[in-house]
């Protein structure tokens, strides 16, 4: 075990005026996307409202009264509503389009923090987790979590039960194992990270954050929603399920040309493993393959990379 060397750790930025309040949005945005698996009640003289809207507008609610959300943008809380209406199915086939297509350009313009009005929890500043390793900034991305939600919610096949996940364990279990080989093993021997194992005093919270804001958001979006609506349209094509993939995953390592080439053809072949995962189980076995990776990535290598 090698030591770890940590250059600054504020969990709490004192620039950001912080305070242990500041983290009852995002509790409440981690309760939202675990009542998704949960049935909707009906209050008495009250419509039936799923549990996990109910959490997210009570999110959106004290993450404006903590400082976390602009007033400005306080009308997230309407993204359930619109996107109940585009995926009800329930109206005209162009109008549908149109609210899903709204619905997911809101979705990515959150995920990229292209809105303005977030002020996310910033946990480490610049931190170094290994002597040769580049540093890296970790926040709390409140955006990317909700736009994450409402994609895991209405955008991606998920599982209807734990059962169902657990089903085929055999073959989830394998890609599980099988995908951080093949993927940190090409990082490898492609320079872009080298064996380092550690277990930085941070884990535990980068762990959650890369779970719950990460992990859920980008299979939600490149696995539930850009590659599973490729493959509804080429259906009834032999070739569709597979260019699907391969569209999902290509879209997937663009978004980490940030960290280079390497770094982003890493990600492509990843982006593969985690879509035939999304294939042959649900969106829940994408998130968790996506997780593994990450994991051993952060616990046995050069975290992000080679500086």
């Known amino acids: ?39 909707p009640r009906r209050l008495p003289r009250i419509p039936t409202v799923p549990l996990w809207i109910m959490c997210f507008l009570l999110s959106t609610v004290t993450g404006t009264v903590f400082g976390v959300i602009d007033p400005t943008v306080s009308l997230l809380a309407l993204l359930p509503m619109l996107a109940a209406n585009g995926f009800s199915g329930q109206h005209p086939v162009t109008q549908t389009r149109i609210l899903k297509a709204l619905v997911v350009i809101i979705c990515l313009m959150l995920a990229l923090h292209l809105v303005p009005g977030f002020h996310n929890l910033r946990l480490l500043d610049q931190v170094k987790l290994r002597p040769d390793a580049a540093s890296f900034t970790l926040y ?30 055999r073959t989830q279990l394998t890609y599980l194992i099988a995908t ?27 762990l959650a954050v890369n779970l719950l804001f990460t992990c859920v958001a980008e299979e939600a979006f490149f696995r539930g929603w850009i590659q599973g609506g490729l493959a509804r349209l ?22 980490h040309l ?50």
């Open 140 to 169: 709390a991305n409140y955006d990317k979590g909700a736009a994450g939600l409402i994609l895991l919610a209405w955008g991606s096949r998920r599982a209807d039960s734990l059962a169902a996940i657990l089903n085929n364990w």
């Open 234 to 255: 080429w259906q009834r094509k032999s070739w569709g399920e597979w260019v699907a993939i391969v569209i999902g995953a290509m879209l997937f390592g663009a978004a």
């Open 180 to 206: 951080p080989i093949m993927a940190l093993g090409l990082a490898w021997a492609m320079g872009v990270i080298h064996p380092d194992p550690a277990w930085p005093s941070i884990t535990p919270v980068f």
């Open 258 to 307: 940030g960290g280079g080439l390497a770094y982003a053809l890493v990600a492509t072949l990843a982006g593969v493993m985690y879509g035939r995962c999304y294939v042959r189980g649900s969106i829940e076995h994408a998130v968790l393959c996506h997780f593994a990776v990450n994991t051993a990535h952060f616990l046995l290598f050069t975290y992000p990379k080679v500086g």
């Open 1 to 39: 075990m090698v030591e770890v060397l940590v250059e600054k750790f504020d969990r709490f930025d004192p620039s950001q005026s912080l305070c242990d309040m500041t983290l009852t949005p995002y509790l409440l945005l981690t309760l939202a996307i675990f009542a998704i698996y949960l049935e």
